[in-house]
């Protein structure tokens, strides 16, 4: 256990959290909760003197962010001020789904309402009737996971087919390696860039992710800037031509789902030139000579015919990533969102970890904390030791192909759970809580599958900031929920690299925090389960739960942010495995390229590239109606997955969603810059505005998701805020890979067409939306 007051601290220039600056409360604190991404950037909040927000400005003194603020951020005060919030219970009766037929109604209602439908329908059908979907990341994980648990289920969901965001990468990693891994951009040290243990990395690999617009996995996109101007040389790995990418020494333009296939080739032209690191292989990797058999599939010739990509830049890239002196995988959710998303990671992983780019400065590094979060807070605790019979009822850990499941995380299956919402076997689902998620418009592909097997559920409750589609559609209970601004926190997750606090600043109105009120339901359900008279007392538990950390919210807050002891090479000491022992946490003590942890779990223990269906090799009489690969996702300044809609600061730099088309292609669909179109294949079409760039393939056409219209009306009658029209998950089916893991976001076939009058899903609104957009002569 180790004690808050030893870790490393950065000294402030002003020591308090909190200070005053002329008319205005300075509060210093982190963002790591809603509205925005899952960063925790270090903020200064400003109020008045009836704690109204004004602004929120980079804390220049927090050496993660160091002052640095994106546009989302700097708008908060407007998510915060925004007449459309939720800023009180609403209830409406169970046959009035789909309507605006809300009442408001106090906390102490919502709460008696939600006890007794749940307590109900859990004594009629089984503890596990319950399940919960959350959204991403940020401060929400530990608190749901728990109530979860609390409440006896074991079927925590993320509303993504097969988990396809970050959890793959996780369990890839773990089953080859036993820890997860970052880049090191020396984000461990209190002293950043001056630390003299760090260097930066010759080579930064940025693989299906465009880090200076959004972030994974604890990075903040411009370390990746502030490597290159130390030195660092850029392999971007992208369909589309990204800022970073024009900035590279290599883009490799891939054809989206094909990116095993890279990955092995590369592993195959390494070895075969002799450029892996023999000592390290020989030392701490298992299976070196099967993953060359298998990589010996993958010639160079064979990879580029596969992948679009010209032979000689994957040679150069390649050489590139061997020969230097400190190389950083800058992975993306790209590699999570194709089927065969597992075997895929193990893939890119190996190519560092035979090149020796593993523990070192300027390499990869593992914050091994974060195994213990990602498996939920109270799992093991009130779950699998207390109810091992309702540990077995976890959906989707029966099936034996998911073998995976039953070790590592706490995740119940989403495919399973859809299965089961439409059959009722092999036991039924009667009640949802929906805490700070948008499934129908945002993650959850093939919506009106998804919308039919959700509406049969008896209960639901969502907690949220505003109305969203799903919770227009699906809710029988609504509460408002604080934003970072309201609410004291913690960062947590990521790993514990630092321990950063959210420090309420500004007045939260009639809402409460996500963590508060899962104490208080909580506490209503098993106040064994949650014995801590508020929220501050908790976070002490979770911070010795979870990050093996001894002190008190307030302790973390006076020394915000702090930093665990890093080192390097920590295989070589035993500080990579719980008993001590030299090496990796595999059976084998080393890098399992070839994978007993997989072989274990009846799945294939080598990568391998399964080709994408649909595809256009894989479903080759599909590309006369559908000839163009269509890719989803697609970042934006302006939103974070579906948030931010309704923020007009925000919504004026893009006002509708987009989709990328080469000017050949244009010219050939016969669309133009601005043009209305559909873009449409076997499963569904969704509503776009062209965008003709360079950029973007001719054979490709990209889009963003996320997409609904706050403006429009929401009810079912009323085209759910035009989601009907603009969702891109239309387009896509729920089909997860051999373990579960993975499933097809990001690769599919197409069409476009333009929209004409009277051809669509629900009747367009003219204009309306258009009051985002700047008028002319207005500032």
Known sequence: MADLQNLQSVPHVIPEYQYQEGEYTVTRGSAWSGPGCHLGCGVLIYTDENERLVKVEGD??????????????????????????LTSPLKRKREDRG?????????????????????????????????????????????????????????????????????????????????????????????????????????????????????????????????????????????RVTWLAARSEAHLGIRPGTDAALALGMIDYIIKNDLYDHEFVDKWCYGFEELAAAADEYPLAKTSEITWIPEEKIARAARMIAESDGAVLQWGVSLDMCKEALPTSSAAFAIFAITGQIERPGGMISPSEILRYSAGW??????????????????????????????????????????MLETGEPYKLSCLWLQTANPLACTSPDPKRTLAALAKL?????????????????????????????????????????????????????????????????????????????????????????????????????????????EYRRYETGKLRPDGQLGFNTPSGRIELWSSYFANSNLPPLPYFEEPTPGPLATPELLDKYPLVLTTGARSWWSFHSEHRQIPSLRAHKPWPEVEVHPETAEKYGVSDGDWVWIENQRGRCKRVVVVTPTIDPRYVSTDHGW?????????????????????????????????????????????????????????KGDAAYSYAPKKGTE
């Open 458 to 566: 008896d209960f639901v409750v969502a907690v949220d900031l505003f109305m969203t589609p799903s919770i227009m559609a699906l809710a029988d209970i609504v509460l408002p929920v604080s934003t970072f601004t309201e609410k004291d926190g913690f960062r947590v997750g990521d790993g514990f690299q630092r321990c950063e606090t959210i420090n309420k600043a500004s007045d939260p109105g009639n809402t409460k925090p996500d963590t508060q009120i899962n104490l208080e339901i909580g506490k209503r359900f098993n106040p064994e389960a949650w014995p801590w008279d508020n929220v501050q007392e908790m976070y002490g538990a979770v911070l010795r739960d979870c990050g093996g950390i001894d002190g008190t919210f307030e302790q973390m807050r006076d020394l915000a942010p702090a930093y665990l002891p890093f």
């Open 378 to 419: 109270g799992y093991e605790e009130l779950i699998e030791k207390k109810t091992p019979e309702i540990a077995a009822k976890r959906a989707g850990v029966w099936k034996p192909e998911y073998g995976l499941l039953r070790s590592g995380i706490s995740a119940a299956h989403t495919d399973t759970v859809i299965e």
């Open 60 to 85: 220049p003194e927090n050496p993660f962010n160091q002052g640095r603020l994106c546009v989302r951020c700097l708008a908060v005060q407007d998510v915060v001020n925004s007449p459309k919030r």
């Open 99 to 239: 309507k605006d037929a809300w009442e408001e109604i106090s906390w102490d209602e919502a709460y008696d309402i939600i006890y007794e439908s749940i307590t109900t329908l859990q004594e009629q059908n089984g503890k596990e009737t319950l399940f919960t979907i959350m959204g991403t990341g940020r401060d929400i994980s530990p608190w749901l996971t728990r109530l979860t648990f609390s409440l006896g289920s074991p079927n925590c969901v993320f509303a993504m087919s097969g988990l396809s965001c970050y959890t793959t990468r996780v369990v890839g990693c773990i089953a080859t390696s036993g820890s997860f891994w970052v880049g090191d951009y020396s984000q461990q040290f209190p002293e950043r860039y001056d630390h003299p243990d760090w260097k930066a990395p010759e080579v930064i690999a940025i693989w299906g992710n465009n880090p200076v617009v959004a972030n994974s996995d604890g990075l903040f996109g411009h370390w990746v800037v502030d490597c290159m101007k130390r030195g660092s040389k850029l392999i971007t790995i992208d369909p």
């Open 708 to 764: 609904w219209l706050p403006e429009e009306k929401g009810a079912m009658d009323d085209g759910l805020f035009g989601m009907w029209d603009v969702d891109c998950n239309n387009l896509l089916e729920w089909k997860c890979g051999k373990a579960g893991f993975g499933s097809n976001y990001k690769t599919m076939l197409c069409t476009i067409y333009k929209v004409v009058e009277g051809d669509e899903h629900n009747v367009w």
